[in-house]
């Protein structure tokens, strides 16, 4: 089936640090979204984009639909201990959502 | 408080006991899913539904039944449990199956 690509697969970073992650599609979305998923917990969204080009921010977290609609980034800027956990993009699939295989951050003090 | 429940968050089965995992949203979402995660495979879907009565196979339904008889559960059963089935599992509800997913806690399943 269709299949999202994320990278880095995992990344170990210093509090404080800037962050960025991308998901990349070999088809167009209209739609990409953003997810953390919490050590133990269910993933939540984290932001939504709609328009290819947009660049949305919710905090520190800042994400970019790519202008080809073939991919997308999110950025998280100084990065705290909070943050780690696993980030999935996922984009509408004919009525459902596919998901990438998600981007593993561990944040040390 | 919006919620999606699963049950139960942790069990330990043996091969071929059949077992259920409950799903409930309070949010009267039309559209249900369920996910299993596994390392490295990231979250793929076993079963959907968009309504009542209507359900339909994501990616690997093999091993797993469903039923939506009340728009507000979406059960997940596994008839004959196998230990390829030990995974993390994830209900979601939303509006549309393309929105915003509202994830539950997860059922951590172990099969021996």
């Known amino acids: 089936g269709q299949q999202l690509n994320q990278s880095p697969q995992s990344m170990f970073i210093q509090e404080g640090e800037d962050v960025s992650m991308n998901c990349t599609s070999s088809?167009?979305?209209?739609?990409w979204l953003w997810y953390k998923q919490d050590p133990g917990e269910g993933p939540v969204l984290l932001i939504a984009?709609?328009?290819?080009?947009e660049l949305t921010s919710n905090g520190r977290l800042t994400a970019q639909f790519g202008i080809t609609r073939k991919d997308s980034f999110l950025n998280i800027s100084a990065s705290i201990p909070s943050d780690v956990g696993i980030y999935f993009c996922a984009g509408p699939n004919t009525d459902k959502l596919i998901f990438g295989t998600g981007t593993r951050l561990q944040v040390f003090p | 408080e919006a919620q999606v429940t699963q049950n139960p968050r942790y069990l330990i089965t043996v091969t071929g006991k059949k077992l259920t995992v409950t799903c409930s949203q309070n949010m009267n979402h039309e559209y249900m899913s369920w996910y299993r995660q596994d390392p490295g495979l990231g979250l793929r879907q076993i079963y959907y539904s968009m309504n009542v009565e209507v359900t339909d196979k994501g990616d690997v339904p093999e091993g797993y039944k469903v039923s939506r008889k009340e728009k507000r559960n979406f059960p997940l059963i596994l008839e004959s449990p196998s230990p390829n089935q030990t995974s993390l599992y994830f209900c979601?509800?939303?509006?549309?199956?393309?929105?915003?997913?509202?994830f539950g806690e997860g059922s951590r399943l172990t099969v021996l």
């Open positions: 979601a509800s939303s509006w549309r199956g393309t929105g915003e997913l509202f």
């Open positions: 984009l709609y328009k290819a080009g």
């Open positions: 088809s167009i979305f209209n739609t």
